[in-house]
């Protein structure tokens, strides 16, 4: 007999993954399976009189072999050792029942027990001990029983079914398209899924990890010592596999890998479709039952094309929006929020599970979770039903360009470079301390393409806005010189990148029609928003995307506006540039977070002049970027001219809204603008129905520089105008000249930054406007304004 180690209990208090003590729980058992009554071997007297005896008490499972079993021939040492080790890829062919010529020979690894007895129809019988968990036994019957195993600890039994009597859990084609690289639902084939297999319920366990030596399935339900539950390796996709039955929704697991060194590491599932609440990182097995009630809302959202439709964005940093709340609570006051506001898409800046909430989730550990510190995956389901059921579209920030370095994650899964560039200088990034993915490693693209899809399909997601695109096109992205590698023509072009965001765009939109990705990309690449197969200028065949955002106009306005407005005439340009480019892409016009953290203070922050000055810039600029051609997004905060910078500790202001704060209105009258914006937004097809054609827009007066004004036209698909004039002066110009088209007979002010409910000084054109027969600006026919200070005001046919 070998030396035991302190007994594992289950009904004892257990450990997590990362130490923390935790009360007992009932074991788990299998659905459907009752303990059976004691039936011994007929032909075993010994037997008999024990089972004569059991009415007055239950007999105890004996240490030593049972009666009516022989001895089994013993492990091959080296399979012995690997089996302890961790470091088998074929541990079915050794543990469970097989049928041999002298019967059924039967292994079990338990470590810590101190008896294991066979249970089935008929059968009730001890192994014999082999030392270090082994226990083994040759069955006198003719063909592999259905058995189950009773297991005896120091003070306690269970009984439990056998992980290795069941046939592979993963089919041939799934591992054929993993192998492939094509398996466009991966998370339905690797990872943790609940299932009924052979009739039996329990947790199907799978992970790719080709360099491992081993793999074990480490957990909750095994008080994380996973000796006795080593996975198989399934032929030479790279994929690992165990049936465990009895373990449900709720249970904690890892993967214990051996390197090919023969070290471990303890692993999160890197398909993990649940984590736990950061800084815990233990995966969570999970499945479904949301009920989703959004059928309408998914069947119609791809009636127009996004770039002939309204498109006008709230950006969101889901736990600091009203911090504390749960994503249930959020969906009791986000989409009335939003809905007001008139926004037709929120943007939800990272949700996948991230170890920093610093990060603001754009440093990815879970790439198939929804992070766990508002809920489950479900309740983030309800969140995006809520949404939808308040016609709000949902666009989430997806981060495919890199991942952080954690040791439990997926940074040398296996004990190599997997996900990440075999190359080191490929591998890390030079900005973040990240790791980059190896877009040209089939799996590691499936990986990627396929998680792009799970989001659309599984929780209904309406769009993905792909960050940091830059960094993964150019090969030297912050790189010195003697710091990168051209590619094999001789480029700076990372062609294994623009390959895999091609197939990613196009996996997406062949899979969820009504969906849109949008590229957040700040070079002058060509074709970002070109269809896949139409090749540009350099060669190249377009990305893929829908949208882009617009990072050039983003800056240039900026820059423009944060000057004092006796020096923008000298500025006049950044105005009015983004209008050279602004049909080579399809673009998304963003103030977003980052130009509102980081010292770089908030939008009305960065105008110039005095409080009130501060907000009729703010106000103008608002005005001016919803009637530039692009759809536009704004992010929290901005939309009630917040004066502070944005904090993922404690979000917007919102006390700035409080009646009780002596300067609310003007808070409010800002976001009241912000609401009309949108309502006149949706309302006039002419500021989004052509935003992509030169046709949907002309200059009336680009060039008035020492007026600060900016004045032009925006045209419907029937050619129905809308005249927008910008004023970024401090002062009233009055019977300011204007050429517009000659045949419409009057103008009528639709919309003015500076009427009084917005907080400005209410300088109106209250009367509809008649054009004359003064020629202006290339036109035969002209009208005069009054353009009140600092404003934007548009105009539209009476």
């Known amino acids: 007999m070998t030396a035991r180690k302190p007994s594992r209990n289950p009904s004892r208090s257990r450990k997590t993954s990362d130490g923390v003590e935790v009360p007992p729980v009932q074991q788990p058992v299998p659905t459907g399976i009752t303990a059976p009554a004691a039936v011994s071997v007929a032909a075993s007297p010994a037997t008999a009189d024990a089972d004569a005896c059991s009415a007055a008490a239950p007999p105890r499972p004996r240490r030593s072999g049972g009666h009516g079993v022989r001895p089994a021939p013993p492990l091959d040492g080296g399979d012995r050792g690997r089996l302890l080790a961790g470091e088998h890829h074929a541990p079915h062919d050794l543990l469970g029942a097989h049928l041999t010529r002298s019967g059924v020979v039967l292994r079990v690894l338990r470590p810590f027990a101190h008896s294991v007895t066979v249970l089935g129809q008929g059968l009730r019988t001890e192994l014999h001990e082999d030392g270090d968990g082994f226990f083994s036994g040759v069955l006198p019957v003719p063909a592999v029983p259905e058995y189950r195993l009773q297991v005896a600890y120091e003070d306690d039994e269970i009984e439990v079914q056998d992980p290795y009597r069941f046939l592979p859990s993963l089919g041939d084609l799934d591992l054929h398209l993993i192998g492939e690289g094509r398996h466009e639902e991966l998370w339905t084939a690797l990872g943790a899924r609940t299932m009924v297999h052979q009739g039996v319920a329990g947790t199907r366990f799978t992970v790719w990890a080709p360099n491992a030596r081993g793999v074990r399935v480490s957990g909750d339900f095994n008080y994380w010592d996973g000796t006795g539950f080593p996975m198989r390796s399934l032929g030479s996709t790279g994929v690992w596999e165990l049936f465990v039955p009895a373990v449900g ?10 390197r090919p060194d023969g070290s471990h590491t303890l692993r999160a599932d890197p398909m993990a479709r649940h984590a736990e609440v950061p800084p815990a ?3 969570v097995v999970t499945a479904s ?5 959004d059928a309408e809302w998914m069947a119609h959202r791809g009636d127009r094309a996004v770039h002939e439709a309204p498109f006008s964005v709230y950006e969101v940093h889901l736990p600091s929006w009203r911090p504390g709340l749960t994503y249930r609570q959020l969906a009791a006051q986000l989409p009335s929020y939003v809905k007001d506001l008139g926004f037709t898409h929120v943007e939800l800046m990272p949700v996948s599970e991230h170890p920093f909430g610093g990060s603001w989730g754009y440093q990815v550990t879970g790439f198939f979770a929804p992070t766990s510190r508002m809920g489950t995956p479900d309740d983030f389901r309800f969140l995006v039903d809520a949404l939808h059921g308040a016609g709000i579209g949902v666009i989430a920030d997806w981060v495919p360009a890199h991942f952080p370095r954690d040791d439990w994650a997926l940074a040398e899964f296996d004990g190599r470079a997997l996900y990440e560039h075999s190359d080191p200088s490929r591998a890390a990034h030079p ?28 929780f209904h997601i309406d769009g993905l806005r792909v960050d940091a695109v830059a960094s993964m096109l150019y090969l030297d992205y912050s790189r010195e010189d003697g710091e990168w590698s051209p590619n094999e023509h001789g480029g700076r072009e990372n062609l294994d990148a623009v390959a895999f965001l091609q197939e990613m765009n196009a996996t997406v939109y062949r899979r969820n029609p009504g969906v849109v990705t949008i590229a957040e990309e700040s070079t002058a690449w060509d074709g970002v928003t070109r269809a896949t197969h139409h090749a540009g200028p350099g060669g190249f065949g377009g990305l893929g995307f829908g949208l882009k955002w617009n990072m050039g106009w983003m800056h240039d306005s900026l820059g423009y506006v944060e000057k004092e407005p006796v020096h923008r005439k000298y500025h006049h ?3 009015t540039f983004s209008m050279v480019y602004a049909y080579s892409e399809n673009y998304v016009l963003p103030i977003s977070h980052d130009e509102v953290v980081h010292g770089k203070r908030s939008l009305v922050s960065k105008m110039p002049g005095d409080w009130w000055q501060q907000r009729a810039n703010h106000r103008a600029y608002l005005g001016f970027m919803w009637a530039h051609p692009g759809k536009q997004l704004l992010f929290m905060g901005q939309e009630f001219a917040q004066g502070a910078e944005w904090s993922e500790g404690h979000g917007p202001d919102w006390w700035l809204l409080d009646p009780s704060y002596g300067a609310s209105p003007d808070h409010r009258g800002v976001r009241t603008l912000v609401g009309d914006l949108n309502a006149v937004y949706g309302a006039l097809p002419a500021l989004w129905q052509r935003d992509t054609v030169p046709e949907g827009f002309s200059w009336v007066d680009g060039g008035a520089s020492e007026d600060n004004v900016f004045a032009f036209l925006r045209y419907d698909a029937d050619g129905s105008p809308l005249l927008a004039v910008s004023h970024f002066s401090p002062a009233v110009r009055h019977d300011y000249r204007l050429g517009v088209p000659g045949a419409v007979e009057a103008w009528v002010e639709v919309l003015n930054t500076d009427a009084a409910r917005y907080g400005g000084g209410d300088v109106r054109n209250e009367e509809p406007l008649k054009p004359e027969a003064v020629a202006a600006h290339g036109s035969r026919a002209s009208i005069t304004v009054t353009l009140p200070p600092l404003a934007t005001v548009w105009f539209r046919p009476a």
């Open 281 to 283: 990182n233990a995966s």
């Open 573 to 575: 340009g950044e105005m």
């Open 289 to 293: 039952h949301h009920e989703w009630q």
């Open 431 to 458: 900005d973040w301390g990240t790791l980059e993915f190896d877009f040209g490693r089939k799996e590691v693209r499936n990986f990627l393409v396929s998680n792009a899809t799970y989001w659309c399909e599984e």
């Open 249 to 258: 929704e709720g249970t904690l697991y890892k993967f214990d890998i051996c």
